[in-house]
């Protein structure tokens, strides 16, 4: 199995080895329980530890005074660094003692290595899905002075270059204690031959890939949005120097979490790296009982020996298998019309039926009504927190319009935002109080609207009502949950004074209780999450909803580059993509039918348009594309994704196209799929040397019947020509043929 736990070594030392499949990560227990870290990457089978520890002029001794004379903690890579003593680094956790100081001495306690993955109770989490697969070390720390314990989870993965890390505080002092930082995972790295990646934007332009070198000092990403944010992804990799798609180290770190976050590293005057990644110690503090625990989240830590296309196969099959759950999981996902962008607020039921009728003719297999379906929620000023039907857009309810749709042959969706409250509603009136809001000051508005306060159960509970309600009023086999702004006013009239900083964390407790109890209760529906596009696009909200939507930005050219970005960490079957109106409604571009219906096929598929308004010809153009992705859906949601291109690298030929390829788990099936982002007058030719197929086998192209051997099409690859823009996406069908 994968932890190899060695004692009483000759030096005094003991030993953690952490082995995946290509990587190993070694933890050294110094004598006087000091627990270093001693490195992660490739995978070795046994540890010496002799070249391992730096000693140094001036450093600062340990008290203890035992053998590691000049070894001081400013300088010794730690597994869990700490403040107030020597090592002055940035810390991985803060506690405020009762002496008043935040010093800490971490030591080692006892350990455990179990098979399997305890759950992180009311956490998202990755999961296990027998004991085989995952073996779990606890390594429980605790300080000289106060009995205050912390022990830190590593569960690695037997067959996935994976360990997943969280870390549980438990204080037997007596009295309260108080934290004020807490990283879920903090890695020492011993150089700082990195480069820093991560996935930033704003909204409709999320998670553009950024790549930096690092240098002396920190560098961080963080949200302090109450959700995990359009900003900056919970997401970081360090590449080491010159990793492109294919080679080079990378280690990536997910946050399985969806609010106020912080990953940083810093480099410090021996040129070493610390990264650390956990809840924003932002306004962010806990107050912990004595006898009682608090769990942060997990950090999701992938090694990749083969490149950044390898980091991501790795992340997709994880969150595909590990992550995501429910009968949804491995189910091939429907084809979806959404009517937001065809009509906005302004429908009725003859609209959403005649929209219904050529969405079926365009091979359409699921209806979802947006937003604008409840109270008199005509525009986005009002009515949000009122979840009963608007009769006067659909006088007869949810079970008439679901049964039209069923008439049709339709499954029926539709969308809600939970979360919210507009200043102007029923639900405002009767509970002023149930929002977040700071006493005796106004609180802040955004898209007219306010936060409902989730840390509260009465607020929960009313929820899970009125949702089962709605839920259960019709026959719903979709849900779009959506949440549109940042958290702001952070404040909950439930707790006193001392507990305020607990308000945002407590909000996201009470959100995946809200969620949890929804799923369990309503297993069939397929749920969307959404937060204006992407703006809440982690692994903790996969727990929960299998897909979600990428981003309100739907132009086919922007998409490429944020479903890149989406795509590096998670699944093409997470990834909800439809095809728009052109001119488009955020960019104003025009591109191509083909080159949207290619862009939306790299994920969960579906339209976004009035399809009443497109000739017989255009809806005969979209139901063949429909039938397409029906042939192509499960290879995309369910294979595995190579970039042909990475856009990120900046050369003057990838800025102009991209390229990617799915391809079958059993290789049978490849997809291939180039898009051009700026057309050029005689444009130098492009080659693709295709990827993942199985290099003793021959493949035939479905469309000219034309036969490869998977050796030709991966070294020596497939030639393309720069196209007019009419025509500026092109896929090729690749069926393996003996
Ligand atoms: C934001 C979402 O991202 C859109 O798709 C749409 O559902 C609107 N909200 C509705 O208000």
Known sequence: MGIIFEKNRKDGTAVFLLNTPNSSYIITVLNGGIVSHSGWGRRVEKWSGNSALWKIDRGINLPDGFDLHNLSLDTLPQEYGTSGLSDFRPSAVEISLSDGTKALDLRYDSHQIQNGKPQLEGLPATYALNDKEVQTLALKLKDTLFDVYVTLFYSVWEQRD??????????????????????????????????????????????????????????????????????????????????????????????????????????????????????????????????????????????????????????????????????????????????????????????????????????????????????????????????????????????????????????????????????????????????????????????????????????????????????????????????????????????????????????????????????????????????????????????????????????????????????????????????????????????????????AMAGTYGYELDMTKLSKDEIAQIAEYSELYKKLRNVVQFGNLYRLVSLWEKSDKVEKYAAWMNVSKDKHFAVVTISWIYAEALAPKIVLRLKGLDENADYKDLKTGNIYSAKELMHYGILFANMWAGNASEQILLEKVN
């Open 162 to 599: 994976v360990i997943c890390r969280w870390v549980e505080i438990e204080n037997k002092t007596g009295g309260s204690i108080k934290i004020e930082k807490v990283m879920s995972a903090c890695v020492d790295f011993a150089s700082s031959d990195f480069n820093m990646l991560q996935l930033s934007g704003a909204w409709g332009r999320e998670r553009k890939v950024y790549i930096k070198e690092l240098v002396h000092g920190t560098q961080s990403i963080e949200s302090r949005r109450g959700s995990s944010s359009h900003q900056q992804n919970p997401f970081t990799a360090l590449l080491s120097k010159g990793a492109t798609e294919d080679t080079g180290e990378v280690f990536g770190f997910n946050f399985v979490y969806s609010g106020n976050f912080l990953a940083r590293t810093d480099v410090d005057f021996t040129e070493s790296t610390r990264f650390s990644m956990g809840i924003n110690p932002y306004n962010f503090s806990w107050n912990l009982k004595t006898l009682d625990k608090f769990v942060a989240p997990e950090v999701v830590m992938v090694y990749s020996k083969d490149g950044l296309g390898q980091m991501s196969r790795t992340f997709h099959d994880l969150y595909r298998e590990n992550l995501c759950r429910g009968e949804w999981k491995d189910k091939p996902r429907p084809i979806v019309i959404n009517n937001w962008e065809a009509t906005y607020f302004d429908f009725d039921e003859k609209k959403l039926c005649n929209l219904a009728d050529s969405a079926k003719e365009a091979g359409v297999e699921l209806f979802v009504l947006d937003d604008g379906w409840f109270g008199n929620r005509f525009d986005d000023k009002r009515a949000l927190g009122d979840w009963v039907v608007n009769t006067e857009k659909l006088k007869g309810g949810l079970p008439y319009i679901v049964s039209e749709m069923k008439k049709r042959g339709l499954k029926f969706g539709i969308w809600v935002e939970p979360e919210m409250v507009s200043p102007e509603s029923n639900l405002y009136k009767a509970h002023p109080d149930w929002c977040l809001h700071i006493p005796g000051r106004e609180p802040y508005l955004a898209r007219t609207q306010l936060m409902l306060d989730l840390s509260r159960t009465d607020v929960t509970d009313y929820l899970f009502e009125t949702l089962s309600n709605i839920f259960s009023s019709a026959e719903i086999s979709y849900v779009k949950w959506d949440f549109n702004r940042s958290m702001t006013d952070v404040y909950s009239v439930k707790l006193d004074s001392e507990n305020q900083q607990e308000v945002a964390h407590r909000y996201l407790l009470g959100l995946y209780n809200l969620m949890e109890r929804l799923i369990s209760k309503f297993p069939h529906i397929l749920f969307e999450a959404c937060a204006s596009g992407g703006g809440r696009f982690d692994p903790a909200i996969l727990y929960y909803m299998p897909q979600i939507w990428t981003s309100d930005n739907t132009d086919a050219l922007s998409r490429i580059s944020i479903q890149a970005g989406t795509t590096l960490v998670y699944p093409p079957s997470s990834m909800s993509c439809h095809v728009s109106a052109v001119p488009n409604h955020q960019t104003a571009r025009q591109t191509p039918l083909a080159q949207r219906a290619f862009t």
